[in-house]
């Protein structure tokens, strides 16, 4: 939604925090599939972000998270 209504960067900020709770939750139930393909989710969407805002190394970096 911040996105889409011309705020990218705090949209930026908003999937940063999501991400952050989501590398938490890999970390302490890496047997639950689920959070792993949320926390991938989460870098890819970061690097479209970062890829609209042109600010290219910072989206390879997502993407190569996602990996």
Do not use: W
């Not at 940063?16 to 989501?22: F, L, P, T, V």
């Amino acid at each position: 939604m911040l996105r889409s209504t011309g705020k990218s960067p705090e949209a930026a900020t908003a999937f940063g925090k999501a991400r952050e709770i989501r590398e938490r939750l890999v970390k302490e139930h890496p047997d639950v599939p689920r959070y792993t393909n949320d926390l991938v989710t989460s870098y890819l969407v970061s690097g479209i972000l970062e890829q609209g805002r042109r600010r290219f190394s910072k989206a390879i970096a997502h993407y190569e998270r996602c990996l």
